[in-house]
């Protein structure tokens, strides 16, 4: 982790970013902090490439439609995010408390961002069920245990169960990430982007890179074009939704973006 212990900045991420043919950026929530929110914002605010923020705020406080209410004219707010993927307890996402305030973001026309580990999917499925009028988003397909020799199959089966839900959409990032072995290869990416594709189809899977945390394994550019060859199997009109259109929908970023030339957005 000692590559990641600096400041990763928009001027460092512009560059990737244009190096990359990369038009547009959501920016993801790292610090479960008000503070961090804001400070995204007025990023975004700074930046017209950085389309939107996901944020966090905190969900599962009995005054959190209060805390909403602050940030209900943040144009480029378009989600929020629970680092659920630390939470010990299994039955968290079970939680009455959480589960209100998930009922609280869909009454302020936010997706939101799911960030779990492929154990915690059987859970996601019914707190899913209890919401099916919310917009999710799936990130990092569901971080499975990626190694040579084997296939997360108890992954392969729970995300195209999650995938059956049409109010869920899967962002294809990270995925390297969880790649066990020392080094990490494109058929080894293939089996996990077959099966998310299979699972979700071209209208509600999406493009993301997860920098700065990809550069444990690969570096920005190096991961766009990995998945342009996963992708290039593609017709035209379903990469302009892997890479572009999804993303506007499922985070309601407005029909303007793809006017704007936002033909790829992490």
Known sequence: MVGLRKDFLPTQLRAETL????????????????EETRWLLSLAANHDWILGVVGWLPIASPTVRETMDLFRHEKKLRSLRHVV???HDDGFLARTGFNEGIRAIQDFGWAYDLLIYARQLPFAIPFVDRHPDQVFVLDHIGKPTIQSGSHDNAWDRNLRELAERPNV???????V??????????PQIQRYWDTAIEAFGSERLLFGTDWPVCLLKANYDQWVATVSVLASKLSVDEQDRFWSKNAIRAYRLGSGMQDAGIGRCD
Do not use: M, N, Y
């Not at 990430?177 to 494109?186: G, H, N, Q």
């Open 85 to 87: 993927q630390d939470e």
């Open 19 to 34: 190096a990359a043919g990369i038009d547009g950026v959501i920016s993801v929530q790292a610090r479960q902090s008000v």
């Open 177 to 186: 990430t969880e790649v066990r072995d020392p080094a990490w290869s494109l």
């Open 169 to 175: 959409f899967c962002k294809f990032s990270g995925v």
